[in-house]
């Protein structure tokens, strides 16, 4: 029904091929798009590029989000390789271990800001950079979770965060509907990635989502990987500012 042939799209957070952001690339990937990739640092680099090579992604970058220099040079790379881009994933967030695990309320200065800077205001960044290159339109998705509205016990300080990720999303859909850029939080039931395990007792969280959800069926990065690029398509265009659920009806039960 829908094809990305074509298209220019930035994946942010492939980490290991159980990642979020690697099932979205090669959804991207199957549909036609053209990739450019990026990795945390030289330590994750040979478990990243072996990926990206393996479903031909034309730009492998390196890419910290907190230093604005290597942010600067990812999109360089894009406007010097490409001239324009499509779609945007970020996939990434980060909080200190020792504010994760503690009471929300007990969370440190430093370590909510980190927090929200790395996981809702990197989304921003990459947001901004992108907008001058999307001259067609098109589309930025970040991920986020369900504990942004309801309190999910063991997610602490992220629930917060993932809160202000998702208001960050309408406001910036708001901003920059008029220009035909879409924005998007893709919000899955848990998932079973190297980055959510740093969540006290997940393996029960995983349990339990799979019995209270109606399909009784956790959701898996093939079934985000395939709404992300029908939301990076042209059929989606006049859909935009929305959380979106994939997470098998998990949170529709009380």
């Known amino acids: 029904m829908f094809s990305l042939a074509g298209q220019k799209a930035l994946v942010v957070g492939v980490a290991n091929d159980q990642s ?62 490409w001239g324009r881009l499509d779609t945007v994933l970020h996939s990434i967030a980060f909080c200190p271990r020792e504010d994760l695990h503690g009471r929300v309320v007990d969370s440190s200065r430093q370590g909510f800001a980190m927090a929200m800077d790395v996981s809702v ?33 063991n997610y602490n ?50 349990e339990l989502a799979a019995e209270r959800a109606p399909t009784h069926l956790l959701a898996t990065i093939e079934d985000v990987g395939a709404y992300a690029a029908f939301l990076a398509s042209r059929e989606a265009a006049n859909v935009t500012g929305g959380v979106h659920l994939i997470d098998g009806g998990y949170s529709i039960i009380g």
């Open 20 to 81: 979020i952001a690697w099932g979205c690339a090669k959804a991207f990937r199957e549909q036609g798009a053209d990739l450019a990739i990026t990795y945390l640092n030289a330590k994750a680099e040979p478990h990243v590029r072996p990926l990206a090579e393996s479903i031909g992604a034309e730009l492998i970058l390196p890419l910290d989000v907190t230093d604005d220099a290597q942010l600067d040079a990812v999109y360089a790379a894009i406007a010097e390789r």
């Open 121 to 153: 205001h990197s989304f921003l960044r990459m947001v901004r950079r992108a907008e001058p290159l999307m001259t067609r339109g098109g589309t930025c998705m970040t991920v986020s979770f369900y504990g942004s509205e309801k309190v999910v016990e």
């Open 157 to 206: 300080i992220m629930g917060p965060v993932k809160a202000a990720l998702e208001a960050s999303v309408r406001y910036a859909a708001a901003e920059l509907g008029e220009k035909r850029i879409s924005i998007h939080a893709l919000s899955p039931g848990p998932l079973k990635t190297r980055a959510a395990s740093g969540i006290a007792e997940f393996d029960e969280l995983l």
